[in-house]
């Protein structure tokens, strides 16, 4: 272990390391900063404040424990008296005061009054949303979510008076849309029906018009929704390949014209993954207007902390569609990126799971709990490995 | 004229094509909301609110003048009856709510209650900067903007126990980062010696410790502030060669590992403008973590609405500088995209600005007034045109 007060550096390095946490150490030394600010914070919050995958967030905290930086108490990590010493003297962090906007929760969009009224009706809808299928990347965001996506898209000047189109709405934004009651003229397209069958029902329930179609975004745009939007909403696999087509297909139903807005839900990444979103969106001819961390919440995804952001992408006279036809490549997480990750129940039983498994993923796991003891409460990973191609 | 209930698209198209706008009909559009949002609103607020350079602004609002769909009343535009019927009726826009976040304006950083004095210091020392060189693109950011840079820098990490540097500093964002009394190292970097000079003295009075250094940027980074920062702010030309001669020596000048960060500040542009600031981060390896409209204020800079973003970036594994030795090509908006504007004052009298020219611009043009009858009052473009290169 590197000198604490003279190479804070290394000490930092060597966390990540030992934590075998790809996000290095600057990682490290936000999660420090963050326990720091909160003095006593759980996993969960510092995943989804921090924007880290829990297991980063959980490994990282177990090494700081391991050397004496923070100890657990009942609410979750603190400093202690070294730890203190350590952030303080060695890291230079002292400022004790968050800026971030609790009235927008830093978003930029501040909610109405009636907003309270518009989430209570979306939690009730969410509730009837069946089980998520992991499988083709469905994770289910949060009501509040769907009511802040629609004011963005209002505030945005893309609701009053336009057509627009939902690619994928395991979300429900259609819904949360359809009760602004503007005038927006809303179609939603899906590949789970079970899903589309409970918008018609809620659209049915409460007058609302929303147009569904059920289609599988592998076989090109249905003729009829081509050209035709001013404006699109979506939550894509994030994958490249998955981007990629769900924002060519976009793209064909937009309008053909520049300035046809793209509101784009996508995973906070390391800043190499980051920049080959980056690539494929300037290969589209897409321009990202705004960019809003932490915007979007989930009641699962806890591989993305519960939170994406969201990117409002404008087109331009270079846009153009990168996939037109049929497309058979795969574009889902769980086939590009098989994984088997092991984690540990707190009675120290392990279980494997994977998209490949009986358990396809922590939140399955959390639910039935653990297959040796039952027990539900906590799971820690203890490994993660990827599966080659050949071996599926 | 089209008609105006049964072919709105028409009349916003026709409107934009006259008033001579490359932005298009959208940008009629989003005008007539604001003014319907805010009952009565002047050309600035319109212009810095929608983002948009003042002149598109104002000649938008003269053809809707024209064709009677507003009126002028001494706060500024507002809807005729005809007007409120083509928004109501032919748009679809009826809400009368903004969900802009006033406590953090929309920017995801609420200010402290002792942001107030810093602010107050921010001012005085502000109000010691020389006249700007527009000539090289200077346009001096208001004092809120550089303490909110501060803040946005801490609340990002970046501050506390970090080297950072500053590309330019006409905005003084040096001396509020000064002012947050952090451990932060801080040098500037700048052309202007007349700057620095200031920054120095109030540097001296106030006890901060800031490097300050005269370079042009054109040349290379001197070799002891190479390799060596944590992050760097920087808010350059908005040309593309300017662009990305700042960022690459910003990329030398940090630490050379990913997930080093990068403020830049960048006017707004049309989508396919900006998509071309895109391929630029794009090719030099920078991933947009988080992209804010309207974050940072000027006090001049009207052909910007008085606003640009400002976007986080973070260095990866494939960042590369673009430009290593001497840039000899030319990087300020005078240099490269030499206009000749013609403004007339309300009693008619035509002037002639432009970088080559005695006025320089329309700041200029409003602090003398009028050559002819001296009003300072209004002036509304009447023509811009592009000098050939070879006419220069």
Same mark, same amino acid.
């Given at each position: 272990m590197p000198n604490i007060t003279n190479d804070p550096n290394s000490v930092l390095d060597d966390i990540a390391e030992k934590a075998s946490?790809?996000? /290095?150490k600057e990682a490290v030394r936000t999660i420090l900063r963050e326990i720091f600010l909160n003095g006593t914070i759980g996993t969960k919050s510092l995943s989804r404040k921090l924007r880290m995958p829990i297991p980063t967030v959980a490994a990282t905290r177990k090494e700081l424990e391991k050397i004496g930086l923070i100890s657990r108490e009942k609410k979750g990590a603190i400093l202690t008296e070294k730890g203190l010493i350590f952030v303080n003297e060695a890291l230079g962090i002292y400022y &004790?005061?968050?800026?971030?906007? @609790?009235k927008c929760e830093s978003t930029g969009i501040a909610l109405p009054h009636e907003a309270e009224k518009l989430i209570a009706k979306q939690r009730l809808y969410s509730?009837?949303? #069946? *089980? #998520?299928?992991t499988e083709i990347d469905q994770a289910f965001g949060r009501p509040i979510t769907a009511i802040r996506r629609a004011y963005l898209m209002l505030e945005n000047n893309d609701l009053e008076g336009r057509e627009i189109l939902l690619i994928g709405d395991d979300d429900f934004t259609s819904l949360a849309i359809a009760q602004l009651k503007t005038n927006a003229k809303i179609t939603v397209l899906d590949i789970d029906n079970r899903l589309l069958e409970i918008i018609k029902e809620i659209s049915t329930e409460n007058n609302f018009k929303i147009n569904c179609v059920t289609h599988?975004?592998? *076989? #090109?745009?249905?003729?009829?929704?081509?050209?035709?939007?001013?404006a699109v909403l979506t939550d894509p696999p994030y994958t490249i390949p998955g981007l990629e087509l769900f924002l060519s297909r976009a793209i064909q139903a937009? *309008?053909?014209?520049?300035g046809r807005k793209i509101y784009l839900a996508y995973a906070h990444r390391p800043p190499k993954m980051q920049l080959e979103v980056q690539s494929s969106l300037t290969k589209l001819g897409l321009a990202i207007l705004q960019l809003i961390p932490g915007f979007n919440l989930y009641e699962g995804a806890e591989m993305h902390g519960n939170t994406t952001y969201i990117s409002i992408l404008s087109t331009t006279e270079s846009t153009k569609p990168l996939i037109t036809l049929d497309f058979s490549e795969k574009i889902y997480t769980g086939e590009l990126n098989p994984t088997i990750r092991e984690y540990q129940c707190k009675n120290g039983h392990v279980s494997e799971i994977g +998209? +490949? &498994?009986?358990? @396809?993923n922590i939140e399955e796991l959390k639910e039935k /709990?653990? #297959?040796?003891? /039952?027990? @539900?409460d906590e799971f820690t990973r203890v490994s993660r490995r990827k599966i080659k191609e050949n071996a599926k």
């Open positions: 946490i790809f996000e /290095g &004790l005061e968050s800026h971030y906007c @609790k509730e009837r949303r #069946p *089980k #998520p299928q599988d975004l592998r *076989k #090109p745009l249905p003729e009829n929704l081509m050209n035709r939007f001013d937009l *309008k053909n014209e520049s +998209s +490949s &498994l009986e358990i @396809k /709990g653990c #297959p040796v003891c /039952g027990d @539900k």
